[in-house]
């Protein structure tokens, strides 16, 4: 009995794991990141790279220093010097002596970094307009409205520098991506500094890369460099790092017996466990902050993008226990989206839609019977035979 509510414990904490509010916010800003990365090496801005957003931005009138950078980044101090070294040859930032301590340097935005955040800025909002594209004009304003009150809600603060650029002259739009940066990394390491703080005393900030792309039912090397935009030999050694701290653990593949797959350990397992419940603390104090039409509306908008934007990661645990496939995951994706959704509509009528038992929350078998039963448009039979697959595996899935 022990071993089934344990077993179920984990499942809840992992599928929280695979879909989340966080998960789809980051992969949103890292997407619009590179987009923008893209964009600004198109001006001239050559080799850019996607790690100096956590130097430029936070340099104010009175500058800064790398260590305190790295402190505040939860970088190592060596990463920081590096990116400060580059940023200083393409003379984005220049370095001063500090008038306090005559042994320092203090760090400050020069004139062509102050032009590379104004055209960043610019990009921004026409990459920002692309996604109102996506969900629509009013959906759009929406998500934007509930970031700016997750944003206020969280007591986050714009980076410095925004002081010298008066950000009062930039519309929401332009600024859309300085709060899903500023959202996303507040979360990411307060997540970071609550399991040191709860035992795991030996996990590194940059973990969260490989771990957040781990599969229950495993993960192969090459498999994990892509996801994680790494070269295999890179991932490697990180993926080295965290089984030597026992989060995660080698096994055989059933499918290709020349290989091993990555699964998460006990102590991993335990590690997603108390990081989802350290999550849903921030999520209650959205929730409290916000309200809870707001929370869900921002979760529906969020999970929308996600999905328009090509968005996956590791895929759900199935409620039967069956091992899962990636038409799977997509079905429990589109549930979860649809229930938000419904529950955003003042006058739907949830009990037409799902029934509740003590496994959770699934769709009526009702109208999933009917569904199966309407008569197929336009479909080849290959089309109508998978769509029905969908429609049957949609019964037995819990929200």
Request: hydrophobic share 40%; proline share 2%; aromatic share 8%.
């Amino acid at each position: 009995m022990a071993k089934k509510q344990q077993d179920k414990k984990w499942q809840e904490a992992y599928n929280s794991y695979c879909f989340n509010l966080f998960r789809h916010l980051t992969f949103i800003d890292r997407h619009l990141h590179q987009q923008l990365i893209n964009n600004l090496e198109k001006l001239g801005y050559r080799g850019q790279n996607i790690h100096y957003i956590r130097v430029i931005p936070y340099l104010g009138e009175q500058g800064g220093r790398a260590t305190d950078l790295a402190r505040s980044q939860q970088i190592p101090k060596q990463t920081m010097a590096k990116l400060v070294n580059e940023l200083c040859e393409k003379k984005y930032i220049v370095k001063k002596d500090d008038p306090h301590d005559s042994r320092a340097k203090r760090l400050f935005v020069a004139k062509r970094g102050l032009s590379l955040i104004a055209d960043a800025l610019r990009i921004a909002g026409e990459l920002e307009l692309s996604l109102q594209e996506k969900l629509g004009t009013e959906d759009f304003k929406a998500f934007v409205r509930n970031v700016d009150l997750a944003f206020s809600a969280l007591r986050l603060s714009y980076p410095p520098v925004s002081r010298t650029l008066e950000l009062s002259n930039y519309n929401k739009l332009n600024i859309l991506q300085m709060q899903l940066y500023s959202m996303t990394r507040f979360v990411e390491l307060e997540l970071y500094r609550a399991n040191i703080a709860q035992g795991f005393d030996d996990i590194q900030n940059s973990f969260v890369t490989v771990l957040s792309n781990i599969s229950n039912a495993g993960t192969r090397i090459a498999d994990l460099a892509t996801a994680c935009s790494m070269s295999k030999q890179n991932i490697s050694i990180m993926v080295s790092k965290i089984i030597e701290c026992g989060y995660l653990e080698k096994v055989p593949d059933l499918n290709d017996k020349r290989s091993q797959q990555l699964v998460f350990s006990g102590k991993g397992k335990k590690l997603i466990i108390n990081s989802m419940n350290n999550l849903s603390q921030i999520e209650q104090q959205l929730v409290s902050e916000m309200g809870h039409k707001a929370y869900e509306n921002l979760q529906l908008h969020g999970a929308r993008l996600w999905q328009y934007l090509g968005g996956s990661g590791p895929q759900t645990i199935a409620s039967d226990e069956r091992e899962m496939t990636i038409d799977d995951t997509i079905i429990d994706d589109w549930v979860r989206v649809l229930y938000l959704a419904l529950r955003q509509e003042e006058q739907a009528d949830l009990e037409r839609y799902f029934v509740h038992s003590e496994q959770g929350i699934y769709l009526n078998p009702r109208l999933t019977q009917l569904l199966l039963q309407r008569p197929a448009l336009n479909m080849t039979k290959a089309d109508e035979k998978r769509v029905i697959s969908w429609l049957k595996a949609i019964m037995k899935r819990s929200v």
